[in-house]
T-cell receptor, first 118, second 115 residues
Framework: NAGVTQTPKFRILKIGQSMTLQCTQD?????MYWYRQDPGMGLKLIYY???????DKGEVPNGYNVSRSTTEDFPLRLELAAPSQTSVYFC?????????????????FGEGSWLTVV | AQKITQTQPGMFVQEKEAVTLDCTYD???????LFWYKQPSSGEMIFLIY??????QNATEGRYSLNFQKARKSANLVISASQLGDSAMYFC????????????FGKGTKLTVNP
């Protein structure tokens, strides 16, 4: 039961470097998300996608880019890393449910990626 | 815009006692969903319980129950018979009704269960 898989789990970047956080899901979910969690805070949405080829900005998109070329993959790109991007990143996926069919346990999170920019 | 407020940064409870974690929300949508997640020190997000705005009864899942008061826009989590393993961060979240199912999170409450 792979679910949502994120890599890497830990990474240290130098200021100005770039990297890609990988996210893959094997549940054929059409919706995917990237959240960040700063220390002592809740999760904030960076980008999301409602299907292959479609992406949209969330609450905190600056400094990030995404792509969704396949249903399974939703990589998050950090360009010119800054200390403010030190955070824990969570990828998540869900399937669209019709009203009345929503059970609640339909949003699946990856285990998180700890990123430090120094 | 939707907003979730958790006013308790930290809570303490004795083992085997019940505890209530507060959550209030703000939305103009008549249809919405409310979630509670547990985040232990290992960091993963664990789904606990869900309440839909049109659900007639308060949600329950084992030792977890949701005290849903729609008129007051509150969705408090009640944990009965607390266990040491319940020590964690707890987040309340609201599902966006725009069709994307993205979540808006509160800042969380750190629960500590004392032996």
């Amino acid at each position: 039961n792979a679910g949502v898989t994120q890599t890497p789990k830990f990474r240290i970047l130098k200021i100005g470097q770039s990297m890609t956080l990988q996210c893959t899901q094997d549940m054929n979910h059409n919706y995917m998300y990237w959240y960040r969690q700063d220390p002592g805070m809740g999760l904030k949405l960076i980008y999301y996608s409602v299907g292959a080829g479609i992406t949209d900005k969330g609450e905190v998109p600056n400094g990030y880019n995404v792509s969704r070329s396949t249903t399974e993959d939703f990589p998050l790109r950090l360009e010119l890393a800054a200390p403010s991007q030190t955070s824990v990143y969570f990828c998540a996926s869900s399937s669209h449910r019709n009203a009345g069919a929503f059970s609640g346990n339909t949003i699946y999170f990856g285990e998180g990626s700890w990123l430090t920019v120094v | 815009a939707q907003k979730i407020t958790q006013t308790q940064p930290g809570m303490f409870v004795q083992e085997k006692e019940a505890v209530t974690l507060d959550c209030t929300y703000d939305t103009s949508d008549p249809s919405y969903g409310l979630f509670w997640y547990k985040q232990p020190s290992s960091g993963e997000m664990i789904f606990l319980i869900y309440q839909g705005s049109y659900d007639q009864q308060n949600a329950t899942e084992g030792r977890y129950s949701l005290n849903f008061q729609k008129a007051r826009k509150s969705a408090n989590l009640v944990i009965s018979a607390s266990q040491l393993g319940d020590s964690a961060m707890y987040f309340c979240a609201m599902r966006d009704q725009g069709g994307s199912e993205k979540l808006v999170f509160g800042k969380g409450t750190k629960l500590t269960v004392n032996p």
